[in-house]
């Protein structure tokens, strides 16, 4: 297992945390020189917040922890391709490394829906790899969108 996939495996163990907790089974970490900085998940149905996404959740939480919003130096490991206010969220935290699991066909802005992260608005650049287990972090989100739909639950 090389070091995405490890990081990756504790960002999934988030997603999962998130489905116990009946969210969209999304989970991030941010990792600065081999060394977990914070972890989150989804929470936007329990904390009644649209912008508490993964992403937004591990970003507020590393910044606390670091003492700043610029989280230089660091990776971000989510496990679904970020919509367009996680990208720019993370382009403002200036992170310098995304990996992601699986793409977003449908709100994924680093390149599935549109790519935004080469659009010459943004001052920051970041590196980006997707494909990340993928299979394990694409099998979440399946399962718990088929398990609502069985359940004529709407998100």
């Known amino acids: ?7 990756m495996t504790l960002a999934i163990k988030q997603a999962v945390k998130a489905d116990t907790e009946g969210e969209v089974p999304v989970g991030a970490v941010i990792v600065k020189d081999g060394q977990l900085i914070a972890q989150a998940h989804n929470q936007p149905i329990s904390t009644n917040d649209a912008t508490a996404h993964a992403e937004i959740q591990v970003l507020r939480a590393a ?13 971000i490991y989510v496990t ?13 935290a200036r992170i310098a490394r995304m990996v992601y699991g699986t793409s977003d066909p449908k ?11 080469t659009e010459s608005f943004f001052n920051h650049k970041m590196e980006i790899s ?3 287990l993928e299979i394990e972090c694409k099998e979440l989100l399946q399962s718990f969108f088929k ?3 069985k ?5």
Do not use: F
Request: with cysteine; glycine share 10%; charged share 20%.
């Open 107 to 117: 709100t994924g802005v680093c390149g599935s829906r549109v790519n935004l992260t």
């Open 151 to 155: 359940d004529n639950l709407n998100l």
């Open 80 to 92: 679904l391709e970020p919509c367009a206010m996680c990208l720019g969220a993370m382009m403002h």
């Open 63 to 75: 910044g606390k922890l670091q003492k700043n919003y610029r989280l230089i130096d660091t990776t």
């Open 1 to 7: 297992m090389n070091n995405d996939e490890k990081w």
């Open 147 to 149: 398990s609502r739909r």
């Open 130 to 132: 997707g494909g990340v």
